[in-house]
């Protein structure tokens, strides 16, 4: 009596096992599968609901599609002309050194016109800070952080080394307007230093630039002057609201 008491409570305890973990017909060890089916529905239902939860909470959100950028390469040339009209440039001596030195600033702005010289642009504004003189050279080494304004089209700004004696190409860093999302490189030719400079911006990322800023430029030279209506600021060789 005692041996089948035993018996039966094992198999009590391995039918709960199978109610907990279902199975559509389970045999318990040495009795006829018939006896012991166990009704697997409801313990199917949750943990079919257990898993949907699971899933719910650790999918992961595909990322969203980042928009293209176009890559076209625009170039794009301008003329930076110092009329001695700005009070600019204005030489900070930092290192209170008569010679030009280190940690030197010099913010500055002046006139931008289109490459063809026919339209007032905007202006220039920024700051420079001088990293090395160089008497040999005859100049000095800058630092060199500065916008382009253009009116209602935005601004484009850039950065990189500014030499007063070669040739340099600064990055672009970005812009606003027209010049959103812009990035690439600008070639900064001196003409006569620091009043004529020519700018040949390589630009990527956005889309084609307005008709009246895609021109052909005049030649630089230190002969090159801006139209007399371009000078003066006339209506038609401005762009819309010019930055002045």
């Known amino acids: 009596m005692a041996a089948f008491t035993n018996s039966l ?19 318990i060890s040495g009795f006829p599968a018939k006896h012991f089916k166990i009704p697997a529905t409801n313990n199917c239902r949750r943990f079919s609901r257990g898993l949907s939860t699971q899933a719910f909470f650790f999918r992961k959100p595909k990322p969203a599609a980042e928009p293209s950028r176009p890559t076209k390469v625009q170039e794009l040339y301008v003329y930076e002309i110092n009329e ?20 030197d600033l010099v913010p500055f702005s002046n006139k931008l016109y289109s490459g063809d010289l026919q339209k007032r642009l905007g202006i220039t504004a920024g700051l420079c800070v001088l990293i090395q003189h160089s008497p040999d050279k005859k100049g000095d080494r800058y ?10 089209y935005g601004h484009i700004s850039v950065q990189g080394s500014y030499l ?26 001196q003409i006569v230093f620091p009043f004529k400079l020519f700018y040949t911006f390589y630009l990527k990322g956005v889309k084609d630039l307005p008709a009246e800023l895609v ?9 090159v002057e ?7 600021a006339e209506p038609q060789a401005t762009i819309s609201n010019f930055t002045n």
């Open 226 to 232: 801006p139209s007399p209506a371009a000078k003066a």
């Open 215 to 223: 021109v052909t430029p005049v030649e630089p030279t230190p002969a």
């Open 84 to 103: 001695r009209d700005r009070s600019s440039p204005a030489y900070l001596r930092l290192s209170q050194k008569e010679v030009n030195s280190l940690g």
């Open 164 to 189: 007063t004696y070669a040739d340099t190409v600064l990055a672009v860093t970005g812009g606003s307007g027209v010049f959103e999302g812009v990035y690439g490189s600008v070639k900064l030719k």
């Open 143 to 152: 630092e060199a952080m500065y916008s382009f304004y253009f009116g209602d």
């Open 9 to 27: 409570r094992s198999i009590t305890y391995k039918a709960q096992l199978s109610a907990a973990f279902p199975s559509s017909a389970k045999v």
